[in-house]
């Protein structure tokens, strides 16, 4: 079982920059006390992280093919699901201004969202979770900043 002497110079070592008061209390022992037994600790310094690796900008083709290569597998081509994409939107635009409908912005940015989502389930792969996860997250964004919870 350790002592408290050895419990506080624990504490002490790596808690570095607390206040000796807040030791005292916590240990219920004089500052005094903590002040001469922080002079004998060693604090700990924590383990440095790795520093992650800097992507290079721009970024080598080969990668750019890659992920360009795997997005087409997965939501089809850009042409074929930009087609579809503006061709949805400038119909719910045309239809907002016949009604002479507004929205906020963060609205209408879910409302495109949500038509890009489902153009990619359209055009490419609809069993990813995500695309159907992501038109659900557009929708609750706005429902939530709609009842005071904007985030």
Known sequence: MKSKTAKIMAYLATHPDVKVADVAA????????????????????????????????????????????????????????AAL???????LSGHAQKHNKTFADDQWEALEMVVHKMARIVNGNPDNADSWLDIAGYAMLVADRLEGNAR
């Open 85 to 91: 994409m503006q061709s949805i939107k400038r119909t």
């Open 26 to 81: 916590k240990f219920k022992v004089s500052a005094p006390y903590i002040y001469s037994l922080r002079k004998k600790v060693t604090p700990v310094v924590p383990k440095l992280l790795p520093v992650p690796e800097v992507p290079t900008f721009p970024p080598e083709p080969a990668k750019v093919d890659a992920v360009l290569d795997s997005r087409a597998v997965e939501y089809g081509t850009f042409a074929d699901g």
